[in-house]
């Protein structure tokens, strides 16, 4: 039953322009905004009914297919009644009549063969019989596949007589109906060989499109043809052979036609069968040429149930989703190749929202996304992947963000991240304290005057001499404030560091010493929930950058200025003597006689 206009598919779109016209209908491409495949074809009828009552040509095609479904049968999508006419909407097609002359003997070959396994699923599946195997019942689909169509004449077996084949006959493609229909009589009985009718307009067909072709373009051509003559389109019904035997012809176990036949037929097969046969595809697919199999091959290897195997994902995907790089083993399509039959496949597989084909699609991403046009990056990959990290997955979102990284290169932060940007850091590296001078340094001594030129890499202060009366050098505080000042940028740092110089090269001279300029930093940070990745509303950070703010500042040693103590000599003795009187004491350490020292110094200075 027929769907009221409430079930018209929505934001459907058709082209006013007709791909073909029939005496039931007339063929247009549309185009829809929801689902995953946006482009359609659409058959639209004059009129609802026939005369009598009955039912109308389209309306009965629509429902044959809506029950009939199989890989190699036109895929039925919606269909519905609408200002007294019937609207079918289908997967995207042409009429082979249309393509065919630009089909190589390989596409007709494998569409010959897809033709045929949807007739033998009517006939051994279904018992039923299509009555008008022809070529204006078959179309192509974007991808180059065969489709079988044009199931309004379709009857299961026990339906199909003498009657139903002579009121059927005037629209029926006249060579394809076979020579008894001339002789047999109007009758409700069924006829007794049913399949033979399809078995004889096959036989016509494969005579049609392979009329011009020879066996150096394709082996086992002019064979087969002469058989499909020889025996299909035998005068006697029941002389002509069942079409499942042909199957095993030479001509269709070609082992490209195998390969391809198994994925067309990849949802009847079991596990074991699909373990197998991914497990191997790889290496029967290098002795290929790349064009052929991307061509015949690359919208199948890239189907749901492709994707969704994990033997296809663990061993074929790898291969297929990354691109093969010079001087690599690793990829089964060249760059260009890989361009133009997989990336357009890809940016379809972008708008599905299905987690599990997301996931995968991400897991590559980083192979892949060099491949896309900037203009796909940003219009149509960037916006999908934005939808990813508001998803409640968590891995999903994880994902996301890695790949939303491998696009800032190629589109930029304030694409991928959207929103003001600032400089919020500062490059804390140690910076060199002394740089390269045009002319040369004079470098003083006490004994000569020696001209070097500055060199090339950044300058170490000397090495601090040993104090007076000692060999060894022990680590002291400013050693430590030596090896801060590498690290500071402010004038407190600059003031130690000559300082420390002043004290242990007193006979050197600095003739130049270069300031770097400091980096302004923002003393406040925004609020990191504020950081909002490309949210519908560009987030805008308020903050402005302000003076220079030193994030190692409470790493600083503090440096205290030496307070120096002054002793007469008539005291030194006893100084000495009082030291020594507290080292034989028991744990009294300096005591509080300390106040003592605080006189001396005071009375001393």
Not at 212 to 236: G, H, I, M, W
Not at 468 to 492: F, I, K, L, R, V
Request: glycine residues 6%.
């Amino acid at each position: 039953m027929m769907g009221n206009e409430a079930s018209q598919l929505s934001g459907l779109e058709i082209d006013e322009r007709i791909v073909e016209v029939t005496d039931g209908w007339t063929l247009h491409s549309g185009s829809v905004s929801s689902g995953n495949n946006p482009r359609i074809s659409v058959f639209i009828s004059e009129v609802l009914a026939a005369n009598g009552g009955s039912v109308a040509i389209l309306e009965r095609a629509a429902k044959n297919l809506m029950l009939y479904r199989h890989p190699c049968i036109l895929k039925f999508i919606s269909s519905w009644n609408k200002n007294g006419r019937t609207h079918l909407a289908t997967e995207e097609v042409k009429p082979l009549a249309s393509v065919l002359t630009n089909q190589t003997s390989l596409q007709i070959c494998i569409g010959l063969h897809s033709i045929l396994k949807a007739v033998v699923f009517l006939h051994e599946k279904a018992l039923a019989s299509h009555n008008n195997v022809c070529c204006a019942a078959i179309y192509v689909t974007p991808d180059g596949s065969w489709k079988l169509g044009g199931l309004e004449y379709l009857c299961r077996f026990t339906d199909l007589t003498p009657s139903y084949l002579e009121e059927t006959r005037a629209r029926r493609y006249e060579k394809a109906v076979p020579p008894e229909e001339d002789s047999i009589k109007s009758s409700t009985d069924a006829i007794s060989h049913p399949m033979s009718i399809d078995q004889y307009g096959f036989g016509v067909l494969v005579e049609e499109v392979l009329r011009k072709k020879s066996d150096s373009d394709l082996p086992a051509v002019e064979e087969f043809r002469d058989t499909c003559k020889k025996y299909l389109q035998n005068s006697e019904p029941s002389l002509r052979p069942k079409l499942s035997t042909l199957l095993e012809h030479v001509f269709f176990t070609h082992k490209f036609i195998v390969t391809h036949s198994f994925l067309v037929e990849l949802p009847l097969k079991t596990d074991a069968e699909k373990h197998d046969f991914f497990r191997c595809l790889v290496e029967q697919l290098a002795v290929f040429p790349e064009q052929l199999v991307a061509m015949q091959l690359g919208a199948l290897l890239l189907s749901r149930m492709v994707l969704l195997d994990s033997t296809a994902q663990q061993i074929l995907l790898p291969q297929i989703l990354c691109p093969k790089q010079e001087n690599s083993s690793k990829g089964l399509f060249t760059v260009g190749t890989y361009k133009e039959y997989v990336v357009p496949r890809l940016l379809q597989m972008f708008c599905v929202r299905d987690a599990q084909i997301r996931l995968l699609l991400l897991a590559h991403f980083s192979s892949f996304c060099s491949t896309f046009t900037e203009h796909d990056l940003r219009n149509l990959v960037l916006p999908e992947l934005l939808v990813g990290i508001k998803d409640t997955n968590e891995e999903l979102v994880s994902c996301t963000l890695r790949a939303l990284a491998d696009l800032v290169p190629v589109l930029g932060a304030a694409a991928v991240v959207g929103g003001k940007r600032a400089k919020l850091f500062t490059d804390g590296r140690p910076k060199a304290r002394y740089h390269a001078n045009k002319n040369m340094k004079r470098l003083k001594s006490p004994n000569r005057v020696v001209e070097a030129e500055s060199p090339p890499f950044p300058v170490e202060l000397p090495e601090r001499p040993s104090p007076d009366g000692g060999e060894d050098h022990e680590p002291t505080s400013d050693d430590e404030t030596e090896a801060w000042s590498d690290w500071d940028n402010t004038q407190q740092a600059r003031t130690v560091v000559l300082d420390g110089l002043a004290r242990s090269e007193s006979e050197s001279n600095v003739d130049s010493l270069a300031d770097d300029e400091p980096v302004a930093v923002p003393t406040e940070l925004p609020d990191i929930s504020q950081l909002d990745i490309k949210s519908s509303s560009s987030s805008s950070i308020s903050r402005k950058v302000q003076e220079e703010f030193d994030y190692f500042q409470d790493m600083e040693p503090v440096i205290s200025k030496t307070h120096v103590v002054q002793i007469d000599t008539q005291d030194l003795k006893f100084g000495v003597s009082y030291v020594s009187g507290d080292v034989d004491g028991e744990g009294e350490g300096w005591g509080d006689d300390l106040e003592d020292w605080g006189d001396v110094s005071e009375n001393n200075t």
